[in-house]
């Protein structure tokens, strides 16, 4: 059974790489028509379903476009959202973020704080959390400085 396991596991790595051509030292699957992939720069950018770069390679980390943006990061270590066309829409200058969800993104600051960022990068809730979670249903949950964990509703106001 192990000889199975085995065989199986090794010709699907050889169809991956057969896939790649050997171009990409990463590949991802295609989300919402566009796939990262990995040069060999060690350098992320995005192709089309035709395996066409569309986005340059040219950002240290890159992930899956959600909601018509994508995460992104610099040379500086510093992350930043990308439309479609690869143009920056949200400058990199934040030290950390997790992705957009209702049309709001937890991103941390040069105080090591979290708040949150609208699709054009401007601060909707200050950076005054320890901690901030992605919205749901019209709320996210964030911690304190006193390690007190508890729920926002999207101007930034405690929800009961």
Excluded: H
């Excluded at 596991?9 to 919402?32: F, M, N, P, R």
């Excluded at 035709?50 to 986005?55: A, P, Q, R, S």
């Excluded at 949150?116 to 964030?142: H, R, S």
């Amino acid at each position: 059974m192990k000889k199975i396991f085995v065989i199986l596991a090794l010709a699907a790595i050889t169809l991956t790489v057969s896939a790649q051509d050997g171009k990409w030292q990463y590949q991802s699957d295609l989300v919402d028509g566009l796939a990262v992939v990995q040069d060999e720069n060690d350098l992320y950018g995005y192709i089309d379903k035709d395996g066409k770069l569309v986005i340059p390679c040219k950002w240290y980390s890159a992930e899956d476009f959600m909601d018509g943006v994508a995460r992104v990061q610099n040379d500086d270590f510093r992350y930043g959202f990308i439309d479609k066309t690869g143009k920056l829409v949200v400058p990199c200058k934040f030290r950390s973020a997790y992705w957009f969800a209702e049309g709001l993104a937890p991103v941390v600051d040069d105080s090591f704080k979290w708040g949150y960022i609208d699709k054009t990068g401007n601060i909707v809730i200050p950076c005054q959390f320890k901690d901030a979670g992605i919205f749901e249903e019209g709320v996210a949950e964030v911690q304190d400085a006193n390690d007190r964990r508890y729920k926002i509703d999207k101007t930034g106001k405690e929800v009961k």
